[in-house]
């Protein structure tokens, strides 16, 4: 397995623990989402196939596979920007796992995106 594709199956996996707690956590209302459970699972059907599709693509060091390496390694920032600095909520996204999992999950997607803009170059 190449180092760029375990890099990606880390980060995914660590945005869907993410997506999973967000699922726990209401994120919907957080976000002002609508649709409430409903919504948000129909948002994540497409985000799931998207996910997948980009693992098999960069798996085989394809350019839409990099891109989307790209796109995911930005996806694994969001969780910090959005819990750490723009909307705090007290209680929410703050536990132990929580915070290992956005922790975790900024620096995996900061390494994909390293790793997929330099292949693209």
């Known amino acids: 397995m190449k180092p760029i594709t375990l890099i990606y199956i880390v980060n995914a996996s660590l945005l869907l623990l993410h997506e999973i707690e967000s699922a726990y956590e209401k994120e919907w209302e957080l976000l002002k989402l609508p649709g409430k459970i409903n919504g948000f699972l129909l948002l994540h059907i497409p985000i799931i196939l998207f996910i997948l ?9 394809t350019t839409a596979g990099l891109l989307i390496g790209i796109v ?3 996806g694994g920032l969001i969780p910090f920007i959005v819990h750490k ?5 007290p209680g929410q ?3 132990l796992i929580s915070n290992f ?3 975790s999950n900024l620096l995996s997607g900061g390494i994909l995106m390293f ?6 170059l």
């Open 93 to 95: 996204f703050s536990g």
């Open 115 to 120: 790793f997929s803009i330099r292949e693209i």
């Open 72 to 74: 995911l390694g930005v």
């Open 53 to 61: 599709i980009g693992l098999i693509e960069i798996d085989k060091m």
């Open 101 to 103: 999992i956005i922790f």
């Open 85 to 89: 600095l723009v909307v705090r909520t």
